[in-house]
């Protein structure tokens, strides 16, 4: 059997990143940046008071310091006035600092205090303390200088990012393109969930599982449901939706069955097959349809799940413009809560959550292939290596957290 890290880098080698666009900025999130964000302004865009309260020459101030004011500065205003020895001119938070001053002497820290702050300004104040040179002041570029790379191509944007690109004058970005992902689920026992079930029938939960989590990772779902198990049908099928997808995903058909239609009908395609040591999920195919890149699953649910996690994610990550990530990056450190037993010679990767005491299995089942209710419990992948019998409470483990858009 082939290792896990091994099928790891045999999937992401199927990524080439897709088309790339410009997009208005307020459609950006969750895509990913097609160049590098340069800086068109700085943040601070100018130098600017932290605070509501009076600019001031530093040196000048102490506790019974009489200043004149100036000038009255409101946010979004300017001021063309400088500030010179024993003036002082009325600021608000954001607000420019005007020429000569180096500080802003807080409201709170006059006389008088916020009556100082009524709709009149005051003719002049009294200061109750000292000010350093710079205190409440924001210089300009402190945060993000003017032509500096703010953000590097490969960048998910989140909310944050689009806050900072729209500070840095940003009205439109490039990014690579939203992924189109067709779903395919096979075998004749899938039946519409919702419907009665005939003997020998379960409900098609993978499709909905699937699209759920290509969903979750901001891309296009195009599901297409076949329930045959005719060879001719289904590589019909499968090209037609080869031509509108960025990538296909299927699920089940791949094992060791004699109606296997997914793995009997694709071996002679170019599609590899494979046994992988892990548990579960041990059935694995990957290969191109028509250039199409193509990931098939197995057909049990948590099996799919974890397949996704480990394999299908990274894959959609990268071909949407992400540097792809070294397998031991996408994991991090935990500390199991309880104790649980592992079968040896495959890694298992557990369904599991953060309990009272540190990690334990979200199912008491353990990772059951087919343990699809318990999964919403789940929170990462708690993996025991092939070679360990028992994981003990308190044992430093290796888990897997679900990567969110």
Known sequence: ???????????????????????ELAQAQHLVLAEDAVAHNAIPPFTNSAMDGFAVRAADVRPGT??????????GGFSHLRVTEGTTSRIMTGAPLPAGADAVLKVEDTEGQMANMRATSPSSIVACSEVASGANVRHVGEDIASGAVAFRSGTRINPAHVAALAALGYGTVRVYRRLRIGIIAT???LTTPGQPLEQGRIPDSNSYLVAGLCQDANTTVIPVSLHSDDHLKFISQLERVATKCDLIITTGGISAGA?????????????????????PGKPQGWGTINGTPIVCLP?????????????????????QGESGKRFADLFTIGQAGVSWRHKTGRDQFLPAMLGENGVEPAAIGGSGSHLVGSLPKAQFLAVTPANVERINVGDVISVLPFMLI
């Open 259 to 279: 109606f296997d239609v997914v793995k009997a009908a694709l071996s002679s395609t170019g599609v590899t097959f494979a046994k992988v040591a892990m548990q």
């Open 66 to 75: 009489v200043l004149r004011v100036i000038d009255d500065i409101p946010a």
């Open 1 to 23: 059997m082939k290792t896990v890290e091994e099928h790891y880098r045999d999937v992401l080698a199927l990524a080439a990143p897709v088309e790339d666009m410009t997009v």
């Open 299 to 319: 057909g049990n649910p948590v099996s799919v799940f974890v397949s996704f996690h480990l394999f299908v994610l990274p894959l959609i990550r990268t071909m």
């Open 187 to 189: 075998g004749q026992e």
